[in-house]
């Protein structure tokens, strides 16, 4: 009190301040919380992320005449540690089937080379087809792009992002380099939806079935995949450099397996399936004539032993999820085309696989 009898406003000032200063304060304590709890959150979806993966792939299902063994131990990232990711790795998706699957097979390999976390839309394509174990997230910030150097040919910088940002992939990264170090990882992402793989197998021992073979499990099955089409008809498309295999390349890969393995049986699947019965209509082979979707005839084709292929990444995977020896056409693309100054066979082509022409 002042000696008039007044009330001095000095203590109302001063709890002023206070509230004032204590607010700001909380409001700085929480900002510092969220921006020192960021990784954490990020870890604790990666550690989600982690056992997202090691769930989904307990299940085991063989049922195909495929080289390859699906291990039952679960998918898992291995050498990466949950505090080392921090960043997302996405991609546009474009193209059809094969364009979709090299895509996302990249884009696991390259997310897994950088320590960063791979994902996908709700809606991804893929997911209906294949027991995709990825997950996806809500739109994150801090986005960049990453886009190859040139069509199909392996970009090594894709395996040098910055770790500063979350990452788009843009391109169609068909290379066996960007994902060979995980190709078991890919194989388990890679298996059909049990409805789809059921209706393959059934399919593939109709097909087996209806040429009257005495024993089919004697058999050595071989994948012919031809694909004809725009490659052949489409003005553009040749002009860039895509070329179509002859009769006198499939002969000539049918008869290096059959001197392999005189027990030989082939199955063909083409967008020109007149064409290859015109003119590859011989015991112990048979054309997939349904008109099933292209999960299916690709399923089908992965139960075969072996492969070959002409052209076009449809071919070129179906060949993949059989696992076994494949051929594929030497003569693509077009010696001197534009195609041909993009195209790097030797990242392209598994090295493995074998080369032949049509001569």
Not at 144 to 159: I, L, S
Not at 278 to 289: E, Q
Not at 306 to 329: E, K, N, R
């Amino acid at each position: 009190m002042t000696s008039d009898g007044t009330t001095t406003m000095a203590g109302h000032n001063d709890f002023g301040r206070f509230v004032v200063l204590s607010l700001t304060f909380g409001c700085c304590s929480i900002v510092f919380y969220v921006f020192t709890q960021q990784d954490v959150i990020i870890h604790k979806f990666a550690k989600s992320y982690l056992v997202t993966i090691t769930h989904s792939s307990n299940e085991t299902q063989f049922t195909g005449k495929n080289n390859y063994k699906i291990s039952e131990k679960p998918l898992k990232l291995q050498n990466i540690s949950t505090k080392s990711i921090n960043n997302y790795v996405t991609m546009n998706f474009k193209g059809r089937l094969g364009n979709e699957i090299f895509e996302y097979a990249s884009l696991y390999g390259i997310a897994r080379h950088n320590y960063m976390i791979p994902v996908v839309g709700d809606k991804f394509r893929l997911k209906r087809i294949f027991k995709i174990s990825l997950t996806s997230v809500k739109p994150v910030a801090n986005i960049k792009r990453f886009k190859e150097a040139k069509a199909c040919a392996f970009d090594e910088k894709a395996f040098v992002l910055n770790k500063k940002y979350n990452w788009t992939l843009s391109g169609y990264l068909q290379s066996w380099k960007y994902f060979i170090d995980y190709s078991d990882d890919i194989r388990k992402e890679l298996r059909f939806q049990n409805a789809i793989q059921a209706q393959a197998v059934q399919k593939f021992n109709e097909i087996v079935k209806a040429t009257n073979v005495t024993d089919k499990n004697k058999l050595t099955y071989i994948a012919v995949h031809v694909r004809r089409g725009d490659m052949l008809h489409d003005k553009p498309t040749v002009r860039l450099g895509y070329t179509t295999a002859n009769v006198s390349y499939v002969n000539n890969a049918m008869s290096w397996f059959k001197k392999k393995y005189p027990s030989a049986f082939f199955i063909f699947a083409s967008d020109d399936i007149a064409w290859c019965k015109a003119n590859f209509n011989k015991p112990n082979t048979a054309f997939i004539t349904q008109r099933n979707s292209a999960e299916i005839d690709m399923a089908i084709l992965s139960q075969c032993n072996h492969s070959i292929i002409t052209t076009g990444t449809y071919g070129w995977w179906s060949a993949w999820l059989s696992g076994g020896q494949t051929i594929y056409y030497k003569d693509f693309p077009r010696k001197g085309s534009g195609l041909d100054r993009l195209f790097d066979a030797k990242t392209y082509f598994p090295p493995n696989w074998i080369a032949m022409s049509h001569l």
